[in-house]
């Protein structure tokens, strides 16, 4: 016969006839800390303890992580030991969770945000909900140079393998899966003669291509300025935010070209009214060519002077001809229409036709 103290031993048995075992996820209530850690009560005969590497990262102070009382998920990474304790995991399963919600970000093609952890010998290291993950050098958008560590990315996962832990990333993709529709959005808005907002992204020995919101637009050299410009660098940088002018558009190349020296009054015009041929001029040498010299004869305007009357120059003065002499010259001919003047270093003679001005 069972006596009513061995059915309250038995009883007090099956309140403790637990199957927990390691890699099992567990309830707990947060009840105290100790030395070792957070202390879990889980509903064994002693309270299970979260090491502080499991609990916390470096740095951080646990019990501003973790408030008596506080209910939670744990991972059991230790089955108890003589004392009954078992060992458990806040991290471990944190990082469970964030792997299931970056799954479904990559599913889904969201873009997520990452913190910059440090530039490394290929790519960036950041941190995405608390696992690090990796953007090759050809995924960033900007060069590893102007990334800071602690900055913000936006950013779409390329691949994701938790058994691998292989998490990498891209930055660049981000703006190419959005380009294509603001390329289409700009296409359906934008045509010739509107003056439009862009930042300069790229420099060429050609012209600078500028951002319009989505679409980069060429401003060749040519139409930066209607003085003579060398190079795009001269007057333009990386990152600027200017204004331009459309001057054309290609629907099936999907190509912009934009002006910007269009947005400044035409100097030939104003020369027109102040120069004419048979006037003596002041200029400043921009240029030398096997076929002449081009000067400023006014701002914006170039004219040029022949080889042979540079040569006359040349002998005359004694001296050789260089870019940014000052020299007086007379107008030969001059087409505002076709914004060409022909110079002269010798006074014009009315009774003899001017001379033909050489193409450059």
């Not at 900055?151 to 996962?157: G, N, Y």
């Not at 054309?248 to 120069?275: C, F, G, M, T, Y």
Request: hydrophobic share 40%; proline share 3%; aromatic share 8%.
């Amino acid at each position: 016969m069972v006596t009513k103290k061995e059915l309250d031993f038995e009883a007090l048995l099956d309140k403790y006839d637990y199957k927990f075992q390691k890699g099992d996820l567990v309830k707990g209530i947060v009840c105290g800390f100790d030395s070792q850690g957070v202390m879990v009560d889980i509903g064994t005969k002693t309270t299970a303890t979260i090491p502080t590497y499991e609990a916390v990262d470096k740095g951080e102070n646990i019990e501003e992580i973790f408030k008596k009382g506080q209910e939670g998920e744990f991972l059991i990474i230790r089955e108890e030991d003589e004392d009954g304790k078992f060992l458990l995991s806040k991290k471990k399963v944190d990082f469970a969770y964030a792997w299931k919600e970056l799954e479904k970000a990559k599913a889904a093609d969201e873009t997520i945000l990452g913190t910059v952890v440090s530039v490394v010998k290929g790519g960036i290291l950041v941190e995405v909900s608390g696992v690090r993950g990796f953007i090759p050098s050809s995924q960033l958008k900007a060069r590893e140079t102007e990334v800071e560590a602690g900055s913000k990315l936006e950013l779409k996962i390329l691949t994701l393998d938790v058994q691998q832990n292989n998490f990498i990333l891209s930055n660049k993709k981000v703006y190419e899966d959005t380009a294509e529709e603001a390329r289409k959005n700009i296409f359906s808005q934008i045509e010739a003669g509107q003056v439009v907002k862009g930042e300069v992204v790229r420099i060429t020995d050609f012209g600078a291509f500028v951002d319009l919101g989505g679409l980069d637009g060429l401003l060749p050299l040519s139409q930066l300025s209607w003085r003579w410009i060398d190079h795009p660098t001269d007057i333009l940088k990386v990152g600027d935010k200017i204004d331009v002018e459309v001057i054309s558009v290609d629907h099936d190349k999907q190509r912009v070209s934009l002006s910007l020296k269009n947005l400044e009054p035409d100097p030939w015009i104003e020369a027109a009214d102040k120069v004419k041929e048979g006037d003596k001029v002041e200029g400043t040498v921009t240029r030398l060519k096997h076929f002449g010299a081009f000067i400023e004869v006014f701002p914006g305007v170039e004219a040029l002077l022949p080889h042979n009357e540079v040569v006359d120059f040349q002998n005359e003065s004694k001296t050789i001809l260089k870019v940014g002499d000052k020299i007086n010259t007379y107008i030969m001919k001059f087409n505002p229409d076709d914004k060409r003047i022909a110079l002269s270093v010798h006074e014009v003679n009315a009774a003899e036709p001017p001379a033909t001005e050489t193409e450059e």
